[in-house]
């Protein structure tokens, strides 16, 4: 069912502009009518079941759950006009009919949970033919097409010896992840992604193809910044570029007997006065065929072997393996990226607490308890990754205008997010309502013992998470005041049903 129906009523003025610009759906409204439209119109560029293009697009989802859909018609756009003029045949029959015509929007499709950035018998607008990368020298900036992945972006920068804030792993999408917010090896020095993207190109509801940035359409530049599809589709982000050499880092993996020196060493990074703003690190607690392990994850932004802001960590022996070196930022993508099991059935979930070492333990235990209940389910990889927001990564976000996540500046924060990857979809709806109790139990928790932070990360969240609610009131009034402005008919909150909402 469509949501938001109720709120969003026609608008007889928008109707007669849209059908200005588009041919009228002749055969009803409805998805199949929609793709012989879109067909007629962007010749080459929309495929059906049955072609070639159509079974890569949905193959090379990073989820089974997202590639298990059938989108009536995918659309492979090559540029903005073509994205605009997509938009404006879906929009036009989401008017005259709202949910005959559902569309959803996707970047390097990495979410994980189903319908997120496909949709089952609607129309799926595909970015990944949009992948061109401009670098502008004496602006200092690097226009990305939303259809990169960051590796493919990495490859072409590292040997111009320039960089942008971005993904940590080279198979992730650029605009999801940057729509999303953005946690970067570069974070420390420069912020989130989004607070450094200068300029986003975007498509609205209507068709028009404007552009958000400093001077013009503020508002929804920052909405941008951790809004996600709401407000229109993105067709090219312009971000700051700053010289950049090899970084040091890796992956240090140690037995889970090692636990009480690890949240140890994990706490009083986070709560370091004196942060390293070079430093990047991230800590995996995972379990595999019955064996439990913890990764470090250090990397440093300077190629300086075994900095001394991660000392702690290196005094934790014994170590089972041991990646760090220095390299490229290509190759240090790939640490993260290789471990990412493409196409097998995968959740994300996530929660936010303080950086208290009592509150880790207890979760680290929990989970060990709710690993062990599912550990029956086959080819499961069960891991829970913590990692800081420090307040001088979240100050970066005000000095650059500011963003949409609503988190305190001044208050350090621990994201935890559980990610489960198993073989078979028959566990789908078992390990994914564990997942729900498990995280539900930390929240819980860390309410009773007053370290609860609200926030959720929109790019580690699963369907159904109160994204925008965690954004807190004023920033989700903002948001809706933006959609108001931008999207009055509603197009994004209703006829693009993936994604986290702005109403109810
Ligand atoms: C292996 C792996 C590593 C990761 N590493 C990091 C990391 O280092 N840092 C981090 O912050 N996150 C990380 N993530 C999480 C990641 O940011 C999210 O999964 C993100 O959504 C991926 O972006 P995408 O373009 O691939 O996603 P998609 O699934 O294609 O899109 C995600 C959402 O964004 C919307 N969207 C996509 N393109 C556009 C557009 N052009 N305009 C408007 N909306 C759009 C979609 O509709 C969808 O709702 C990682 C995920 C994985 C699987």
Request: glycine share 10%; net charge positive; charged share 15%.
């Amino acid at each position: 069912m469509p949501r938001n129906r109720g709120y969003f009523h026609v608008m007889v003025p928008l109707v007669a502009f849209f059908l200005s610009y588009v041919p009228v759906i002749q055969a009803g409204y409805g998805a199949q009518s929609c793709c012989l439209t879109l067909a007629q119109n962007l010749v080459g560029s929309v495929f059906f079941e049955g072609q070639k293009q159509y079974a890569d697009s949905l193959g090379s989802y990073y989820s089974g759950q997202e590639s298990d859909l059938s989108p009536s018609c995918i659309v492979r756009p090559i540029n903005a006009a073509q994205v605009s003029t997509a938009v404006k045949i879906l929009s036009t029959a989401h008017i005259a009919k709202p949910g005959s015509c559902n569309f959803a929007v996707r970047g390097g499709g990495h979410t994980p949970y189903a319908g997120s950035a496909n949709v089952e018998s609607g129309v799926t607008l595909d970015l990944g033919r949009m992948k061109s990368i401009k670098v502008n020298k004496s602006r200092g900036t690097v226009s990305l097409e939303p259809g990169l992945l960051w590796g493919e972006v990495y490859s072409k920068l590292d040997p111009m010896h320039i960089s942008v804030v971005g993904g940590r792993s080279n198979l992730v999408g650029v605009a999801g992840l940057a729509t999303g917010g953005g946690i970067s090896f570069f974070s420390g020095r420069y912020g989130l992604v989004c607070d450094n993207i200068l300029n986003y190109e975007v498509v609205l509801a209507d068709g028009r193809i404007i552009n958000a940035n400093e001077r013009e359409h503020v508002d929804l530049r920052n909405a941008l910044r951790g809004g996600s599809n709401n407000f229109g589709i993105v067709t090219k982000f312009e971000l700051s570029s700053f010289q950049q050499g090899n970084l040091w880092g890796g992956d240090i993996t140690h037995d889970f007997n090692t636990l009480p020196e690890q949240l140890q060493a994990f706490v009083d990074y986070g709560g370091n006065s004196d942060f390293d703003e070079y430093s990047a690190f991230f800590q995996v607690f995972g379990t595999v065929g019955g064996l439990y392990f913890i990764t470090n994850n250090p990397v440093y932004t300077k190629p300086t072997p075994y900095p001394p802001i991660f000392k702690k960590f290196y005094e934790i022996s014994p170590q089972l393996s041991n990646t760090a070196r220095i390299a490229p930022l290509h190759n240090l993508t790939t640490i993260t990226g290789s471990v990412a099991a493409m196409g097998l059935r995968n959740m994300f979930i996530t929660t936010s607490f303080d950086n208290d070492l009592p509150f880790l333990h207890w979760v680290v235990q929990t989970w060990k308890t709710f690993s062990a209940e599912l550990a029956m389910v086959p080819g499961l990889v069960n891991t829970i990754l913590n990692q800081h927001l420090v307040p001088k990564t979240l100050r970066k976000a005000e000095a650059r205008g500011g963003n949409s996540l609503g988190l305190d500046p001044n208050r350090v924060v621990v994201i935890a997010m559980l990610s489960l990857t198993w073989t078979e979809a028959a566990d789908d709806e078992k390990v994914r309502l564990a997942a729900i109790a498990f995280i539900k139990s930390v929240e819980a928790e860390a309410k009773k013992r007053r370290v609860y932070n609200r926030f959720i990360y929109l790019n580690y969240a699963d369907l159904g998470q109160e994204v925008i609610e965690g954004y807190g009131k004023s920033q989700k009034n903002r948001l809706r005041a933006v959609s108001k402005k931008y999207d009055p008919a509603g197009v994004f909150q209703v006829a693009v049903p993936g994604g986290f909402k702005l109403w109810p």
